[in-house]
């Protein structure tokens, strides 16, 4: 998408949240909706919009795990790393996920499998947890992993 076309329907959904009371997440929300991730060019336009700094928007965006910074894979693999997760086998199931499809956090796999942490699914009672596609899983394994990976191509 041009700068120009992106840049213009930033500020569309700028001014639809325009007025309301903290503003800034929903924002990015949106941006993120519309184009799967928030977009460096985006910055300045909802910054502008809102009165802040660039700086400030990017401290948000860079803060909270759940926006992205380039557009996800095909399939978005998310893998629980709270407390009760880690207690019941959390890290190796971490470092399986990274072995198998070898990248870090946040990387997207040749396969285009993205690997994002996240800090609760709420299925602490059956823990690990892990959330493929948007389908949350429980006491994940390695062996359950990579059955649930296989399923993508990856």
């Known amino acids: 998408m041009p700068d120009a076309a992106l840049t213009d329907r930033v500020a569309e959904i700028c001014r639809a949240h325009a007025g309301r009371e903290g503003a800034l997440l929903p924002i990015l929300h949106a ?4 184009f799967a ?17 660039v700086a400030e928007v990017q401290g948000v965006v860079s803060f909270y795990h759940d926006f992205r ?10 893998i629980c790393r709270a ?4 207690a019941m086998g959390g890290a190796a199931l971490a470092d399986a996920a990274k072995a198998r499809l070898g990248v870090d956090w946040h990387g997207t796999s040749v396969q285009g499998v993205t690997l994002e942490p996240v800090f609760c699914l709420g299925l602490c009672a059956a823990a690990p947890a892990a959330m493929l596609n948007g389908v949350l899983a429980a006491r994940v394994d390695p062996a359950r992993l990579a059955a649930m990976l296989a399923e993508t191509g990856a």
Do not use: D, F, N, Y
């Open 37 to 53: 991730h928030v977009p460096a060019a985006a910055l300045p336009t909802v910054a502008k919009a809102l009165g802040v700094t």
């Open 69 to 78: 910074s380039a557009p996800p894979g095909r399939h978005v693999l998310k």
């Open 83 to 86: 407390e009760a997760c880690q």
């Open 31 to 34: 941006v993120q909706i519309e």
